[in-house]
């Protein structure tokens, strides 16, 4: 095996991993009526809809969780979402929000910025105006390397030292960041209301759903990393049936699908269809 087979293998060998640990969750019935919610709420402003033709599902194993699958055949090119740019959590949202002027913040990583945002968001339960999109959000990420005890690591050691190396890093890293945020809040104004466990959390959600998405302002185009709500419910493959872009008019963000779809299959994005950050690419750029 040569050194590109060998880290193309180990970074394969991540991306499932990381991608068991996101999908491993219990599904529920209030998860379905949450779905319905969450496409009312994206269809609300009479632009944005969700088709008909697609559903949230469990895939029938712990380990495969839930996905999004054709209800019915869908045609090639077919636009199964649009979602209004307005619904995205983009680091402008988190920007205005965490940073308030505080010039301590704004060395901060855009992903840390927008888990505070994020936690800022949860807090306000249903007064959040994402609030039917953050219910769906996974309330338990305990399995994630950024929790993983001092004894599943040796485990992860004695099976992959390259894995125990960078699930170690992951931790260490997440510890010092939060430190860091710490420090500069305390500069300006009281510290951070949340804890290391609840920073932690949101990072593993943020990490593992950034969207980089292209957007317009002032007739220049930029990428712009979101959470994009209904988006990151697609599972992720290397081969696809399904694929998410913003539209030309810089409105919507459209997921559509790239080839004909049967009753039943999962629809499927692109895993390089993410932030280059996201543990979805390469996990030694995750924190």
């Given at each position: 095996m040569?050194?590109?087979?060998?880290?193309r293998?180990?970074?394969?060998?991540?991306?499932?991993?990381?991608?068991?640990?996101?999908?491993?969750?219990?599904?529920?019935?209030?998860?379905?009526?949450?779905?319905?919610?969450?496409?009312?709420?994206?269809?609300?402003?009479?632009k944005?809809?969700?088709?008909?033709?697609?559903?949230?599902?469990?895939?029938g194993?712990?380990?495969?969780?839930?996905?999004?699958?054709?209800?019915?055949?869908?045609t090639?090119?077919e636009?199964?979402?649009?979602i209004?740019?307005?619904?995205?959590?983009?680091?402008?949202?988190?920007?205005?929000?965490?940073?308030?002027?505080?010039?301590?913040?704004?060395?901060?990583?855009?992903?840390?910025?927008?888990s505070?945002?994020?936690?800022?968001?949860?807090?306000?339960?249903?007064?959040?105006?994402?609030?039917?999109?953050?219910?769906?959000?996974?309330?338990?990420?305990?399995?994630?390397?950024?929790?993983?005890?001092s004894?599943?690591?040796?485990?992860?050691?004695?099976?992959?030292h390259?894995?125990?190396?960078?699930?170690?890093?992951?931790?260490?890293?997440?510890?010092?960041?939060?430190?860091?945020?710490?420090?500069?809040?305390r500069?300006?104004?009281?510290?951070?209301?949340?804890?290391?466990?609840?920073?932690?959390?949101?990072?593993?959600?943020?990490q593992?759903?950034?969207?980089?998405?292209?957007?317009?302002?002032?007739h220049?185009?930029?990428?712009?990393?979101?959470l994009?709500?209904?988006?990151?419910?697609?599972?992720?493959?290397?081969?696809?049936?399904?694929?998410?872009?913003?539209?030309?008019?810089?409105?919507?963000?459209?997921?559509?699908?790239?080839?004909?779809?049967?009753?039943?299959?999962?629809?499927?994005?692109?895993?390089?269809?993410?932030?280059?950050?996201?543990?979805?690419?390469?996990?030694?750029?995750?924190?």
């Amino acid at each position: 095996m040569n050194g590109l087979t060998f880290k193309r293998s180990y970074f394969q060998l991540l991306y499932i991993i990381v991608n068991v640990v996101e999908l491993r969750c219990s599904f529920c019935e209030d998860i379905l009526s949450h779905f319905e919610s969450l496409k009312n709420w994206i269809g609300d402003d009479g632009k944005g809809f969700v088709s008909e033709q697609i559903d949230l599902v469990s895939l029938g194993n712990p380990f495969n969780g839930r996905g999004i699958v054709a209800k019915s055949s869908l045609t090639n090119h077919e636009i199964i979402a649009r979602i209004p740019l307005s619904k995205l959590i983009n680091v402008e949202h988190a920007d205005a929000s965490i940073l308030n002027e505080n010039d301590e913040l704004y060395y901060l990583r855009e992903a840390d910025v927008v888990s505070l945002f994020l936690l800022l968001e949860l807090d306000k339960g249903q007064q959040s105006f994402w609030y039917p999109y953050l219910r769906l959000l996974p309330g338990n990420v305990s399995h994630s390397p950024l929790f993983m005890s001092s004894k599943q690591l040796e485990i992860v050691r004695a099976s992959n030292h390259a894995a125990f190396l960078a699930f170690e890093r992951f931790q260490k890293t997440a510890e010092s960041r939060f430190k860091e945020i710490n420090i500069r809040f305390r500069k300006h104004q009281d510290p951070i209301p949340w804890t290391l466990s609840q920073f932690k959390t949101a990072l593993a959600i943020v990490q593992s759903r950034l969207f980089s998405v292209q957007v317009e302002k002032d007739h220049i185009w930029h990428k712009a990393s979101c959470l994009v709500p209904l988006a990151d419910m697609f599972n992720t493959a290397f081969v696809t049936n399904t694929d998410c872009a913003t539209n030309k008019q810089s409105t919507h963000f459209e997921c559509f699908t790239t080839t004909t779809v049967s009753k039943g299959e999962q629809l499927l994005l692109p895993y390089m269809n993410v932030d280059p950050s996201s543990n979805h690419t390469d996990l030694h750029l995750w924190l």
